[in-house]
C-alpha cells in the first residue's frame, strides 16, 4: 500500500538524489505566494527525471486569482530542467502529488 505522506515521500526522493553535488546546486524550493499560494520548484537536472516528458496540468483559478486564501488551483508544468508546481494555499498536497505520481510512473 501507499504511504499517503507526500511531504515524507518528497524527503525521501530528495535524500535520493544527493549525491555530495546535485544538493549545493540543484535541489528542491517551497516558497509562498503574494495571491496567496505555494510555488514549488524541483530541479530535474541530473535525475532520472530530466529527460522524461511531463504533461503539464492545471486546474481552478489562475496565478491572479482574486486573493481569496479558499479559492482552489493548481497550475504545474515542466520547463527549463525543473518541475514547477503553483498552487492555492490549501493545494500544496496535490501538486505534491502531481509530482509523485508523476516520478513513480514508468517512462513511455
Known sequence: MRDPDH???L???YGLQCDGDWEHQ???RIETLDNPGWMV??????TELEARAFTATGSGETMGG????KTRWHD???ASGEFRGA???FDLGRVLGIFR???ESRPG
Open 7 to 9: 511531504l515524507a515521500w
Open 11 to 13: 524527503a525521501n526522493w
Open 26 to 28: 540543484d535541489g528542491i
Open 41 to 46: 520548484t524541483v530541479s530535474l537536472t541530473g
Open 66 to 69: 482574486d486573493g481569496d486564501p
Open 76 to 78: 504545474c508544468q515542466v
Open 87 to 89: 498552487c492555492g494555499v
Open 101 to 103: 505520481d508523476w516520478a
